[in-house]
């Protein structure tokens, strides 16, 4: 049996690891590194695709409210009848200005406005401070409900007081309904 006592080591002294403990060790450490580099992207790209699916449903409702003259604003404690024009003055706003900020929760006080669309979604708008070097020192914090979709962003390319023009006792009837 030769080699027998090669195996055998002398008191306190310890085998040498394996390379396949070291490269297991660097597999998993790049595959966490790996994983952290692509959540954030991972969280953009959803945030991207949620945000075409905001604007497509919401473009349907603001179609469908500008036609049955239906979109209802609750501002100031003011029920509002919101006219075509200015419903479109608000998609165009959404639209237009991109998908912004990815948003945290909502704000606990009421929203500035609540917007109807009919009986088939609902808009909050807050006004909200914005954190950073942007320029901007408020934006708006948007959740809109529908049967299709839930999305929330803060528009961060804007402020409250362009989209409070399409929404003010001035350019808009009183809701009688």
Not at 46 to 62: C, D, P, R, W
Not at 161 to 175: C, G, I, V
Request: net charge neutral; charged share 20%.
């Amino acid at each position: 049996m030769p080699g027998m006592y090669d195996q055998v080591l002398p008191k306190k002294q310890h085998r040498t690891r394996s390379g396949k403990a070291k490269l297991g060790l660097i597999v998993a450490l790049a595959g966490v590194v790996l994983a952290l580099c692509l959540i954030p992207v991972v969280r953009t790209l959803a945030h991207q695709y949620q945000y075409k699916q905001f604007v497509s449903a919401l473009s349907e409702q603001t179609s469908r409210a500008y036609y049955k003259q239906n979109l209802r604003a609750e501002v100031d404690g003011m029920s509002l009848c919101i006219t075509g024009d200015n419903a479109y003055l608000i998609y165009n706003a959404m639209s237009a200005l991109g998908p912004g900020q990815i948003a945290g929760a909502p704000p606990q006080e009421e929203p500035d406005a609540r917007l109807y669309y009919g009986v088939f979604a609902t808009m909050e708008l807050w006004d909200v401070p914005l954190s950073g070097d942007g320029g901007r020192s408020h934006g708006v914090y948007v959740k809109f409900h529908s049967n299709a979709v839930d999305f929330s962003y803060i528009l961060n390319r804007t402020d409250m007081d362009y989209l409070m023009s399409a929404l003010s006792p001035e350019t808009n009837p009183a809701w009688d309904n």
